[in-house]
């Protein structure tokens, strides 16, 4: 089976290599690179940190990413400024969209000043991903990355597709009522593992709960075309994410979720692999 992860970062920084440590991996190309060969990943799609001056990005051939807005610079009084340099990204075959981080950064994805973003990325036919759902630090709001207000974005700016990142988790409930009302949102599956597993039976029991209710309403939703797989890396152990999504997803529907979903959604050539 071939796998696509749809969410991951990549770049040199001390948190990075510290929890890399954590789920066993070395925050290196050439060790996502084994590690990818290793389990079958033939392609992956970066979820960009970088700032957006930066056109010609050090990417590897392997990955393909989303040009990041990134919490650390971005206001939504800059999205004029920084048009220009978003659609150099956008002409490029290898960026697949733009990616918001708002918890991270104090703003509402459907705010109207977002609306040139919007348009720019639709008329290359791109797609928006966002973060959703818990954050990494506590300086973070969460009002701003429930997936509710995904809703009013959808709605607002129809012709977008909109990627929910992390399935709003762990609002399920209210991630999937988003789905399942605005169908030009999609959703990916990352952020919900961190570190390595050291057992996965101890995992499960201990986590029930949230296991039975993401793999509930998933089942409820119904529309597996519309999840993709992804890792967050290197937040998680590889092969503990997978191992973690075939169980939160039935077996028939595990080409889809692992790899032709984001090969549709992302626009990523299926012959493409490592």
Known sequence: MKIIDAHLHLGKDAYFDEIAKLAHHENTVAHLREQYQKLGFVHGIIMGNLPVEIVDVPYPEFLSYCVGLDSRVFSLDQIKE??????????????????????????????????PLYELVAKHDKLVAVHTGLTATEQALLKYSHPMVMDDAATKFPYVTFVMCHLGEPWFTD???????????????????????????????KKHFYMERLKGWLSYLGDYQRVM??????LANLGDYVAFTKEVVPEEFWNAVFFENACRIYKIDPESHL
């Open 229 to 234: 797989f992804g890792t967050d890396w290197p």
């Open 175 to 205: 991630a999937v009522a988003v789905m399942e009302k605005n169908s030009n949102v999609v959703a990916d599956l990352s952020g919900m593992l961190e570190s390595k597993i050291p057992s996965f039976p101890d995992f499960f029991q």
């Open 82 to 115: 920084k048009l220009p340099y978003i659609e150099k990204h956008l002409r490029q075959d290898s960026c697949k969209g733009v990616k918001l981080y708002p918890g991270y950064a104090p703003f509402y994805i459907y705010d109207d000043r977002l609306a």
